[in-house]
């Protein structure tokens, strides 16, 4: 079974910084895409980032410019810079990691921008 642990989240004051980082555990897995999503109180889940394929990125544009995506070498960890952060960014924020034919999700971790 294939395990996704999220880190990082927490409480920031708007304009700050944090990052976010997820790692592979457990059955081996090639993970040929990686990405972040989030979900706010109300709101549908949303596609944040992605990385796919020998690195093309994806961002919505509401964190362009602010966020970051990034893997490690071995493609077992996908990370999540967040800069220049607001109000609108407070949400659960999940990490997902799969290829074509199967997606596996982390658990959630809450990052709350205060005014």
């Known amino acids: 079974q294939v395990r996704l642990v999220e880190s990082g989240g927490g409480l920031v004051q708007a304009g700050g910084s944090l990052r976010l980082s997820c790692a592979a555990s457990g059955r081996s897995f090639a993970f040929s895409a990686m990405a972040w999503y989030r979900q706010a109180p109300g709101k549908e889940r949303e596609l944040v980032a992605s990385i796919v394929g020998g690195g093309i990125t994806n961002y919505a544009d509401s964190v362009k410019g602010r966020f970051t995506i990034s893997r490690d070498r071995a493609m077992q960890t996908v990370n999540l810079q967040m800069n220049a952060l607001n109000p609108e960014d407070t949400a659960v924020y999940y990490c997902?990691?799969?290829?074509?034919?199967?997606?596996?999700w982390g658990q959630g971790i809450q990052v709350t921008v205060s005014s």
């Open positions: 997902q990691m799969g290829s074509s034919a199967y997606k596996f």
